[in-house]
C-alpha cells in the first residue's frame, strides 16, 4: 500500500484505503483499493516542494490523506468510533461533516515526516489523534506539555510547510487543532465545491 516517488521524496502511505492499516482508527476502509491520492493541484506544487526543502535536512515527506470526497466523510461517520463520540462533529470540530473544510475540495493534506532510515520522527501523537476530551488536546499546535525533541519537531514540519506556500506564492493554514494537517484558507475553499466519488476518473 506505501509507495515511495523517489524522484520527489514523497512517501504515500493512504492509511484509510485498508480497514487494517494500524493507524486508521476508523477501522474501516474509506476508499476503494484502487483509489488514487489526490490533491488540488495548487496544494500539490506546495506539497513537491515542501518535500524537496525536506529532503534537504535528511527527511522524506509522509503523506496519509489528501481528497476526501463526500461518500468517504459520510463512511467516516457512520464508524464506531464516530458514533461513540459526536462531540467531535460539536465545535471546535475534530471532524467535519460531509461537504465541509478542506479534504472534500482536495485542498487540505495529512503529512508527516520519516528519518533517513524510515521511522517516523516523533511529533507526540500519532497521526489523526482524536482526543476524547477537546479541552486536553495534545495534537493541538498550542499544546506545549510535550518533550522539547516533539516541539522541535512540530516546528520544522510546520516551517517546511509554510515555506514551501510561501515561495509558491500561497497562504496556508496550519490546522490549529491537529499537527499534520495544512490546508488552504477558507476562503479559498470555501469558494469550490465539494467532491464526489463520481467526479473522479478513478475509483475511489
Request: aromatic share 10%.
Amino acid at each position: 500500500m506505501n509507495s515511495y516517488l523517489a524522484d520527489h521524496n514523497i512517501k504515500i502511505d493512504h492509511v484509510y484505503k485498508d480497514a487494517s492499516h494500524p493507524e486508521n482508527i476508523f477501522k474501516r476502509a474509506l476508499y476503494h483499493k484502487d483509489s488514487q491520492f489526490w490533491l488540488h493541484k495548487d496544494l500539490a506544487e506546495i506539497v513537491v516542494l515542501a518535500a524537496h526543502l525536506f529532503s534537504e535536512m535528511g527527511y522524506v515527506l509522509v503523506l496519509k490523506d489528501g481528497l476526501r470526497p463526500l461518500e468517504a466523510q459520510a463512511a467516516m461517520l457512520e464508524t464506531e468510533i464516530v458514533q461513540n463520540n459526536l462531540h467531535w462533529l460539536e465545535e471546535p470540530r475534530l471532524l467535519s461533516p460531509p461537504g465541509k473544510g478542506g479534504h472534500p475540495r482536495g485542498m487540505a493534506v495529512d503529512v508527516l515526516l520519516q528519518d533517513s532510515s524510515g521511522q517516523d520522527l516523533d511529533f507526540g501523537t500519532v497521526f489523526d489523534f482524536l482526543t476524547h476530551d477537546p479541552s486536553d488536546n495534545p495534537a493541538a499546535r498550542d499544546y506545549k506539555t510535550l518533550p522539547d525533541a516533539v516541539l522541535e519537531n512540530r516546528k520544522v514540519l510546520e516551517k517546511g510547510m509554510l515555506d514551501a506556500a510561501a515561495l509558491c506564492g500561497k497562504n496556508l493554514l496550519p490546522l490549529p487543532t491537529e499537527w499534520w494537517d495544512f490546508r488552504f484558507m477558507p476562503d479559498v475553499i470555501n469558494s469550490f465545491e465539494p467532491l464526489s466519488a463520481k467526479d473522479l476518473p478513478f475509483k475511489h
